[in-house]
Protein backbone atom coordinates (compact mmCIF):
# COMPACT_ATOMS: atom_id res chain seq x y z
CA UNK A 1 0.00 0.00 0.00
CA UNK A 2 3.20 2.24 0.03
CA UNK A 3 3.92 4.51 2.97
CA UNK A 4 2.10 5.79 5.58
CA UNK A 5 1.00 8.85 5.77
CA UNK A 6 0.21 10.58 9.31
CA UNK A 7 -2.55 12.08 10.64
CA UNK A 8 -3.73 12.75 14.13
CA UNK A 9 -5.91 15.68 15.70
CA UNK A 10 -3.50 17.88 17.90
CA UNK A 11 -5.82 20.07 19.81
CA UNK A 12 -9.46 20.66 20.63
CA UNK A 13 -11.05 23.91 21.83
CA UNK A 14 -14.82 23.45 23.24
CA UNK A 15 -17.15 26.83 23.99
CA UNK A 16 -20.77 26.27 25.29
CA UNK A 17 -20.52 22.43 23.73
CA UNK A 18 -23.15 19.86 25.28
CA UNK A 19 -21.82 20.22 29.08
CA UNK A 20 -18.61 21.68 28.43
CA UNK A 21 -18.62 25.87 29.42
CA UNK A 22 -14.66 25.69 28.11
CA UNK A 23 -12.51 23.13 27.09
CA UNK A 24 -8.97 23.32 25.89
CA UNK A 25 -6.48 20.47 25.59
CA UNK A 26 -3.82 19.05 22.99
CA UNK A 27 -3.33 14.97 22.33
CA UNK A 28 -0.95 12.44 21.76
CA UNK A 29 -0.74 11.34 18.45
CA UNK A 30 -0.78 7.56 19.37
CA UNK A 31 -3.40 6.69 22.27
CA UNK A 32 -5.59 9.27 23.86
CA UNK A 33 -7.74 7.77 26.84
CA UNK A 34 -10.66 9.56 27.75
CA UNK A 35 -11.79 8.30 31.56
CA UNK A 36 -14.48 9.01 34.11
CA UNK A 37 -18.26 7.90 35.46
CA UNK A 38 -21.24 7.52 33.10
CA UNK A 39 -22.44 11.12 32.19
CA UNK A 40 -19.50 13.07 32.83
CA UNK A 41 -18.85 14.35 29.18
CA UNK A 42 -16.38 11.98 27.67
CA UNK A 43 -18.60 10.85 24.66
CA UNK A 44 -18.83 14.70 23.71
CA UNK A 45 -15.47 14.92 23.28
CA UNK A 46 -15.12 12.61 20.32
CA UNK A 47 -18.69 13.62 18.91
CA UNK A 48 -17.02 17.22 18.64
CA UNK A 49 -13.97 15.26 16.73
CA UNK A 50 -16.83 13.02 14.68
CA UNK A 51 -18.31 17.02 13.95
CA UNK A 52 -15.66 17.61 12.35
CA UNK A 53 -14.70 15.24 10.36
CA UNK A 54 -18.56 14.36 8.91
CA UNK A 55 -19.80 17.61 9.37
CA UNK A 56 -22.28 16.32 11.83
CA UNK A 57 -23.40 14.58 15.48
CA UNK A 58 -22.99 10.67 15.07
CA UNK A 59 -26.09 10.64 17.85
CA UNK A 60 -28.30 13.34 16.55
CA UNK A 61 -29.74 15.57 13.11
CA UNK A 62 -30.10 18.14 15.25
CA UNK A 63 -27.20 21.11 14.95
CA UNK A 64 -29.12 22.65 18.17
CA UNK A 65 -29.11 19.60 20.51
CA UNK A 66 -24.90 19.71 20.31
CA UNK A 67 -25.40 23.85 22.14
CA UNK A 68 -24.84 23.55 25.81
CA UNK A 69 -28.24 24.08 27.92
CA UNK A 70 -29.28 27.56 28.97
CA UNK A 71 -26.74 28.76 25.96
CA UNK A 72 -27.37 30.33 22.83
CA UNK A 73 -24.23 29.34 20.42
CA UNK A 74 -21.55 26.76 20.65
CA UNK A 75 -18.09 26.89 19.26
CA UNK A 76 -15.53 23.76 18.33
CA UNK A 77 -12.12 24.34 16.94
CA UNK A 78 -9.69 21.46 16.08
CA UNK A 79 -6.20 21.36 15.06
CA UNK A 80 -5.26 18.60 13.00
CA UNK A 81 -1.72 17.54 11.51
CA UNK A 82 -1.40 15.72 7.97
CA UNK A 83 2.16 14.68 7.20
CA UNK A 84 3.48 17.60 9.51
CA UNK A 85 1.07 20.39 7.62
CA UNK A 86 -1.42 21.97 10.56
CA UNK A 87 -5.38 22.77 9.46
CA UNK A 88 -7.56 24.48 11.61
CA UNK A 89 -11.36 23.08 10.92
CA UNK A 90 -13.74 25.59 13.24
CA UNK A 91 -17.93 25.08 13.99
CA UNK A 92 -19.81 27.52 15.09
CA UNK A 93 -23.71 26.93 15.56
CA UNK A 94 -26.16 29.32 16.74
CA UNK A 95 -30.21 29.14 17.55
CA UNK A 96 -30.68 32.21 15.29
CA UNK A 97 -27.68 31.63 12.43
CA UNK A 98 -27.58 28.20 12.11
CA UNK A 99 -24.22 26.24 11.26
CA UNK A 100 -20.86 27.49 10.18
CA UNK A 101 -17.61 25.94 9.09
CA UNK A 102 -14.56 27.27 8.58
CA UNK A 103 -11.01 25.56 7.39
CA UNK A 104 -8.15 27.30 8.07
CA UNK A 105 -10.09 30.61 8.92
CA UNK A 106 -12.21 30.22 5.28
CA UNK A 107 -15.93 29.91 5.49
CA UNK A 108 -16.81 26.93 3.78
CA UNK A 109 -20.40 27.02 2.31
CA UNK A 110 -20.70 23.50 1.82
CA UNK A 111 -20.16 20.64 3.80
CA UNK A 112 -18.46 19.22 0.81
CA UNK A 113 -15.32 21.15 1.01
CA UNK A 114 -15.05 19.41 4.64
CA UNK A 115 -14.90 15.84 3.41
CA UNK A 116 -11.77 14.33 3.39
CA UNK A 117 -10.19 17.25 5.51
CA UNK A 118 -9.90 14.71 8.69
CA UNK A 119 -11.28 10.73 7.93
CA UNK A 120 -12.42 9.30 11.14
CA UNK A 121 -13.77 5.73 12.13
CA UNK A 122 -16.08 5.89 14.91
CA UNK A 123 -16.84 2.63 16.79
CA UNK A 124 -19.81 3.14 19.86
CA UNK A 125 -22.48 0.52 21.65
CA UNK A 126 -25.07 2.52 19.03
CA UNK A 127 -23.37 1.39 16.12
CA UNK A 128 -25.69 -1.75 16.63
CA UNK A 129 -28.05 -0.16 14.83
CA UNK A 130 -25.85 -1.25 11.86
CA UNK A 131 -27.65 -4.81 12.54
CA UNK A 132 -30.63 -4.10 14.42
CA UNK A 133 -31.98 -0.35 13.05
CA UNK A 134 -33.57 0.47 10.28
CA UNK A 135 -32.80 0.35 6.82
CA UNK A 136 -31.66 4.48 7.12
CA UNK A 137 -29.80 3.21 9.81
CA UNK A 138 -27.60 1.34 7.95
CA UNK A 139 -27.30 3.52 4.57
CA UNK A 140 -26.71 6.41 6.69
CA UNK A 141 -23.45 4.10 7.70
CA UNK A 142 -22.78 3.66 4.71
CA UNK A 143 -23.27 7.38 3.29
CA UNK A 144 -20.95 8.44 5.99
CA UNK A 145 -18.10 5.78 5.37
CA UNK A 146 -18.14 6.96 1.48
CA UNK A 147 -18.43 10.81 1.36
CA UNK A 148 -15.69 10.92 3.87
CA UNK A 149 -13.17 9.17 1.63
CA UNK A 150 -14.93 10.71 -1.82
CA UNK A 151 -16.57 14.39 -1.74
CA UNK A 152 -18.10 13.61 -4.49
CA UNK A 153 -20.13 10.83 -3.91
CA UNK A 154 -21.43 13.51 -1.37
CA UNK A 155 -22.07 16.15 -3.68
CA UNK A 156 -23.98 13.51 -5.28
CA UNK A 157 -26.00 12.63 -2.30
CA UNK A 158 -27.19 16.18 -2.05
CA UNK A 159 -27.66 16.67 -4.85
CA UNK A 160 -30.48 13.56 -5.18
CA UNK A 161 -31.92 14.64 -1.86
CA UNK A 162 -33.16 17.93 -3.57
CA UNK A 163 -34.64 16.09 -7.10
CA UNK A 164 -35.75 13.82 -4.78
CA UNK A 165 -37.68 16.37 -2.83
CA UNK A 166 -38.94 18.01 -6.22
CA UNK A 167 -40.09 15.22 -7.98
CA UNK A 168 -42.06 14.51 -5.05
CA UNK A 169 -44.00 17.76 -4.58
CA UNK A 170 -44.55 16.76 -8.55
CA UNK A 171 -46.23 13.68 -8.03
CA UNK A 172 -48.49 15.38 -5.36
CA UNK A 173 -49.09 17.91 -7.91
CA UNK A 174 -49.97 15.07 -10.75
CA UNK A 175 -52.39 13.56 -8.05
CA UNK A 176 -54.28 16.43 -8.04
CA UNK A 177 -54.13 17.45 -11.67
CA UNK A 178 -52.71 14.99 -14.65
CA UNK A 179 -51.42 17.94 -16.69
CA UNK A 180 -48.86 18.35 -14.46
CA UNK A 181 -47.45 14.82 -15.93
CA UNK A 182 -45.67 16.49 -18.75
CA UNK A 183 -43.04 17.80 -16.26
CA UNK A 184 -42.52 14.17 -14.77
CA UNK A 185 -39.91 12.91 -17.52
CA UNK A 186 -37.24 15.61 -16.51
CA UNK A 187 -37.11 14.58 -12.87
CA UNK A 188 -36.92 11.13 -14.03
CA UNK A 189 -33.98 11.46 -15.73
CA UNK A 190 -32.19 14.05 -13.20
CA UNK A 191 -33.16 11.88 -10.54
CA UNK A 192 -31.67 8.41 -12.17
CA UNK A 193 -28.67 10.07 -13.44
CA UNK A 194 -28.06 11.28 -9.60
CA UNK A 195 -28.63 8.09 -8.07
CA UNK A 196 -27.48 5.95 -10.42
CA UNK A 197 -24.31 7.27 -9.62
CA UNK A 198 -25.13 6.53 -5.66
CA UNK A 199 -25.99 3.00 -6.43
CA UNK A 200 -22.56 2.54 -8.10
CA UNK A 201 -20.89 4.04 -5.36
CA UNK A 202 -22.51 1.82 -2.97
CA UNK A 203 -22.43 -1.59 -4.93
CA UNK A 204 -18.37 -0.87 -5.24
CA UNK A 205 -18.11 0.44 -1.25
CA UNK A 206 -19.91 -2.79 -0.38
CA UNK A 207 -17.69 -5.26 -2.61
CA UNK A 208 -14.94 -3.95 -0.99
CA UNK A 209 -16.13 -4.13 2.51
CA UNK A 210 -16.86 -7.73 2.05
CA UNK A 211 -14.06 -8.75 0.65
CA UNK A 212 -11.95 -7.52 3.78
CA UNK A 213 -14.62 -8.15 6.63
CA UNK A 214 -14.67 -12.00 6.22
CA UNK A 215 -11.15 -12.55 6.95
CA UNK A 216 -11.30 -10.18 9.70
CA UNK A 217 -14.28 -11.72 11.16
CA UNK A 218 -12.94 -15.31 10.88
CA UNK A 219 -9.67 -14.35 12.40
CA UNK A 220 -12.73 -12.73 15.68
CA UNK A 221 -14.31 -15.70 15.55
CA UNK A 222 -11.02 -18.44 15.62
CA UNK A 223 -12.56 -19.24 12.09
CA UNK A 224 -16.01 -20.66 13.66
CA UNK A 225 -17.73 -18.01 11.74
CA UNK A 226 -18.32 -17.27 8.30
CA UNK A 227 -19.49 -13.21 7.56
CA UNK A 228 -21.10 -12.11 3.94
CA UNK A 229 -22.27 -8.63 3.73
CA UNK A 230 -24.56 -8.41 0.27
CA UNK A 231 -26.08 -4.96 -0.92
CA UNK A 232 -29.65 -4.78 -1.64
CA UNK A 233 -30.91 -1.90 -4.32
CA UNK A 234 -33.96 -1.16 -4.20
CA UNK A 235 -33.31 -0.43 -8.05
CA UNK A 236 -33.17 -3.89 -9.82
CA UNK A 237 -30.15 -4.38 -11.70
CA UNK A 238 -29.36 -7.84 -13.22
CA UNK A 239 -25.87 -8.30 -13.82
CA UNK A 240 -24.01 -5.33 -15.69
CA UNK A 241 -23.60 -2.45 -13.23
CA UNK A 242 -22.08 0.23 -14.75
CA UNK A 243 -23.70 3.46 -14.81
CA UNK A 244 -25.66 3.40 -18.06
CA UNK A 245 -27.22 -0.21 -17.44
CA UNK A 246 -27.88 0.91 -14.06
CA UNK A 247 -29.67 4.43 -15.04
CA UNK A 248 -31.83 2.25 -17.38
CA UNK A 249 -32.76 0.04 -14.68
CA UNK A 250 -34.01 3.18 -12.60
CA UNK A 251 -35.53 4.62 -15.50
CA UNK A 252 -37.23 1.70 -15.89
CA UNK A 253 -38.72 1.13 -12.60
CA UNK A 254 -39.42 4.70 -12.09
CA UNK A 255 -42.10 3.69 -15.06
CA UNK A 256 -43.36 0.31 -13.50
CA UNK A 257 -43.98 2.26 -10.17
CA UNK A 258 -45.76 5.06 -11.60
CA UNK A 259 -49.24 4.02 -10.51
CA UNK A 260 -47.78 3.39 -7.02
CA UNK A 261 -46.37 6.80 -6.66
CA UNK A 262 -48.83 8.68 -7.64
CA UNK A 263 -51.23 6.97 -5.15
CA UNK A 264 -48.68 7.22 -2.39
CA UNK A 265 -47.53 11.33 -3.89
CA UNK A 266 -44.16 9.67 -2.81
CA UNK A 267 -41.16 7.93 -4.66
CA UNK A 268 -40.67 4.36 -3.84
CA UNK A 269 -37.12 3.54 -5.91
CA UNK A 270 -34.18 5.01 -5.70
CA UNK A 271 -31.17 4.71 -3.15
CA UNK A 272 -33.16 6.26 -0.08
CA UNK A 273 -34.78 2.85 -0.23
CA UNK A 274 -31.88 0.76 -0.63
CA UNK A 275 -30.80 -1.43 2.20
CA UNK A 276 -27.87 -4.07 3.05
CA UNK A 277 -28.16 -7.78 4.25
CA UNK A 278 -25.77 -9.23 6.81
CA UNK A 279 -25.27 -13.09 7.48
CA UNK A 280 -23.39 -15.37 9.34
CA UNK A 281 -23.12 -18.78 8.84
CA UNK A 282 -26.13 -17.90 6.18
CA UNK A 283 -28.48 -16.59 8.66
CA UNK A 284 -29.38 -12.85 8.79
CA UNK A 285 -27.84 -11.97 11.84
CA UNK A 286 -30.49 -9.53 12.79
CA UNK A 287 -32.88 -11.92 12.79
CA UNK A 288 -30.64 -15.06 14.56
CA UNK A 289 -27.84 -14.04 15.25
CA UNK A 290 -26.87 -13.44 19.73
CA UNK A 291 -26.30 -10.26 21.00
CA UNK A 292 -22.34 -10.78 21.14
CA UNK A 293 -22.58 -12.28 17.37
CA UNK A 294 -24.21 -9.16 16.74
CA UNK A 295 -21.24 -6.98 18.46
CA UNK A 296 -18.44 -9.13 16.88
CA UNK A 297 -19.57 -8.69 13.77
CA UNK A 298 -20.12 -4.55 14.22
CA UNK A 299 -16.43 -5.14 15.42
CA UNK A 300 -15.04 -6.46 12.44
CA UNK A 301 -16.82 -4.00 10.14
CA UNK A 302 -15.52 -1.50 11.83
CA UNK A 303 -11.97 -2.64 11.43
CA UNK A 304 -12.20 -3.09 7.79
CA UNK A 305 -13.68 0.36 7.27
CA UNK A 306 -10.21 1.31 8.63
CA UNK A 307 -8.69 -0.45 6.35
CA UNK A 308 -11.05 0.61 3.06
CA UNK A 309 -10.07 3.96 4.16
CA UNK A 310 -6.24 3.73 4.53
CA UNK A 311 -6.44 1.45 1.10
CA UNK A 312 -7.70 4.31 -0.79
CA UNK A 313 -6.76 7.82 0.71
CA UNK A 314 -3.15 6.19 1.72
CA UNK A 315 -3.09 7.08 5.46
CA UNK A 316 -4.99 5.28 8.42
CA UNK A 317 -7.95 7.21 10.27
CA UNK A 318 -8.25 8.64 13.47
CA UNK A 319 -10.22 5.80 15.26
CA UNK A 320 -13.09 6.74 17.93
CA UNK A 321 -13.86 4.39 20.71
CA UNK A 322 -16.63 5.20 22.29
CA UNK A 323 -17.09 3.14 25.23
CA UNK A 324 -16.70 -0.33 23.34
CA UNK A 325 -14.18 -1.98 25.75
CA UNK A 326 -16.82 -2.78 28.53
CA UNK A 327 -19.00 -4.86 25.73
CA UNK A 328 -15.97 -6.69 24.29
CA UNK A 329 -14.69 -9.48 26.06
CA UNK A 330 -10.83 -10.49 26.77
CA UNK A 331 -9.92 -11.79 24.06
CA UNK A 332 -11.73 -9.18 21.30
CA UNK A 333 -10.05 -6.20 23.44
CA UNK A 334 -6.94 -7.98 22.47
CA UNK A 335 -7.70 -8.62 19.24
CA UNK A 336 -8.76 -4.93 18.96
CA UNK A 337 -6.01 -3.19 20.40
CA UNK A 338 -3.52 -5.24 18.22
CA UNK A 339 -5.55 -4.47 15.00
CA UNK A 340 -5.56 -0.16 15.84
CA UNK A 341 -1.82 0.12 16.32
CA UNK A 342 -0.25 2.67 14.04
CA UNK A 343 -3.29 5.07 14.17
CA UNK A 344 -4.03 7.87 16.60
CA UNK A 345 -6.79 6.56 18.81
CA UNK A 346 -9.46 8.23 21.32
CA UNK A 347 -10.87 5.23 23.92
CA UNK A 348 -13.50 6.49 26.17
CA UNK A 349 -14.19 4.25 29.31
CA UNK A 350 -15.01 4.18 32.87
CA UNK A 351 -11.58 2.37 33.40
CA UNK A 352 -8.28 3.49 32.99
CA UNK A 353 -6.98 0.27 33.39
CA UNK A 354 -6.91 -0.42 29.93
CA UNK A 355 -3.63 1.02 29.69
CA UNK A 356 -2.87 -2.46 30.82
CA UNK A 357 -2.98 -3.47 27.08
CA UNK A 358 0.06 -1.13 26.17
CA UNK A 359 3.68 -2.08 26.62
CA UNK A 360 4.61 1.68 26.10
CA UNK A 361 2.98 3.91 27.96
CA UNK A 362 4.77 6.87 26.71
CA UNK A 363 2.39 6.74 23.95
CA UNK A 364 -0.53 7.21 25.93
CA UNK A 365 -2.00 10.05 27.44
CA UNK A 366 -5.28 9.77 30.21
CA UNK A 367 -7.53 12.56 30.58
CA UNK A 368 -10.17 12.15 33.83
CA UNK A 369 -13.16 13.45 33.25
CA UNK A 370 -15.72 14.91 35.46
CA UNK A 371 -18.30 17.25 34.75
CA UNK A 372 -17.48 18.67 31.66
CA UNK A 373 -14.44 19.35 32.56
CA UNK A 374 -10.87 17.74 32.79
CA UNK A 375 -9.43 17.22 36.40
CA UNK A 376 -6.71 14.95 35.63
CA UNK A 377 -4.43 14.92 32.92
CA UNK A 378 -1.47 12.21 32.64
CA UNK A 379 0.85 12.61 29.91
Aim: aromatic share 10%; hydrophobic share 35%.
Amino acid sequence: MGARKRLYVKELNLINFRNYSRFHTDFNSKYNIIYGKNAQGKTNILEAIFLCSSGRSHRTKKDAELIKFEENSYYVKLKVNRDHTENEIEFFCSKTEGKKIKINSIPVKKNVELMGKLNTVMFSPEDLSIIKGSPSERRRFIDIAISQIKPSYFYNLQRYKKILAERNYLLKDIGKNSKFKSSLEIWNESLADTGSKIIKERKSFIENLNEIVKSKHKELTAENETLNIQYQPSVKIDSNWNLNEIKDAFLKSLEEYFDREIKNSNTLIGPQRDDISIFVNGNDVKLYGSQGQQRTVVLSIKLSEVEIVQSLTGELPVLLLDDVFSELDEKRQQYLIENIKGMQVFITTTEKELVKFYENTSEISLYEIENGKIVNTIK
